[in-house]
């Protein structure tokens, strides 16, 4: 009985040394990747065991149950993280436990830049090839209402920003969270903004910083713009800003701004209609929010571009006149998007 308890031991004592020796010489032979980059998806809820199963179905790994064993013995059975993965090269079984564990999934990153409308925001989600398209052939109204977004136009309600995300997720989701950015950054001026102001919401705060994103690319000038328009609101002046009266065009305008348009009525004509338009004109970035919040010191209701990127401003119009004089004699006015 002893001998045979012996041998039973003995047995075990070499199975146990064959499959560890096994398990040692699997987790540090390099897997062969079935093409070069090599792409996979685990989904969320899967199971080590499906997991290996696939692996092993994709000729990634020889068999599943030692990569089973492998991260069974490396305690990592209960640590996966679903996502996107891309392998460049060759690794062993053990880094590619570590990879599937830490969560090092592939990501594709897609930019929006300060200025731009909604649509042009649409065009570059459509044809990026890493996102899943879920909003194609949908309206702006229906795509709001699957974000859960009550507001009626979706122009300037996303932050403009790089956003980095797995390969294969769905637009809605990169167009909540700059929507969600965007709020909390419109929240965080709103509450830290001078007082007096003459906006009644942050919406409205959100369309003078879209105006004033269209109006100069230069960081510096933009609380002095933002404070032009703000002095001219409070006097009962018109805003007069070309960026609204272009946005309002849509499609027809062809690249020059001609006395017809100044003066053809649309919702966005701030030529012939009063205050704030109804809503905002691009994807204004902090450095708006922030200026259409916390405007410059200065009592000018005027200003004209130098031809040099720069602005000059006025406090009256005599003064505006010669500087237009002065800067715009030979200068068509155009605005080119």
Do not use: C
């Amino acid at each position: 009985m002893m001998n045979v308890i012996k041998r039973g031991i003995a047995a075990l004592i070499v199975l146990g040394m064959s499959t560890a020796g096994w398990v040692l010489y699997f987790a540090n032979t390099p897997v062969h990747l079935p093409q070069s980059p090599y792409e996979f998806t685990l989904k969320h809820g899967s199971s080590l065991r499906t997991i290996a199963k696939q692996f092993s179905a994709e000729g990634l790994i020889p068999e599943p149950w030692s990569f089973i064993v492998l991260a069974k013995i490396l305690g990592k059975e209960g640590d996966i993280k679903a996502g996107n993965y891309q392998l460049d090269r060759e690794l062993t079984p053990f880094q590619l436990v570590q990879k599937i564990t830490k969560g090092d999934v592939s990501q594709s990153e897609i930019v929006f830049i300060e200025g731009w409308n909604f649509s042009q925001m649409r065009k570059a989600l459509d044809e990026h090839p890493a996102i899943r398209h879920d909003t194609t052939g949908l309206s702006d109204r229906e795509l709001l209402n699957r974000l859960g977004v009550q507001e009626e136009s979706a122009e300037g309600l996303f932050f403009p920003d790089t956003y980095y995300f797995s390969n294969g997720m769905s637009d809605l989701s990169v167009l909540k969270r700059a929507y969600q950015i965007m709020e909390q950054r419109l929240a965080d001026a709103w509450r830290e903004r001078r007082p007096n102001l003459p906006y009644s919401t942050p919406y409205e705060a959100l369309i003078m910083a879209s105006i004033v994103e269209k109006e100069t690319g230069r960081s510096g000038e933009r609380p002095m713009i933002a404070a032009v328009f703000i002095n001219r609101l409070r006097t009962g002046m018109r805003l007069q800003t070309d960026p609204t009266v272009i946005y309002g065009l849509g499609e027809t305008f062809d690249g020059n701004l001609h006395k017809r348009d100044l003066t053809t009525d649309n919702a966005y004509n701030t030529y012939t209609r009063s205050g704030l338009p109804p809503g905002p004109i691009s994807m204004p970035g902090w450095a708006s929010l922030n200026a259409a919040l916390h405007p410059g010191a200065t009592s000018a209701l005027y200003f004209v571009s130098r031809g040099d990127g720069t602005h000059q401003f006025s406090s009256s119009l005599t003064e505006h006149n010669q500087a237009v004089a002065r800067y715009q004699k030979t200068i068509p006015r155009k605005k080119i998007n």
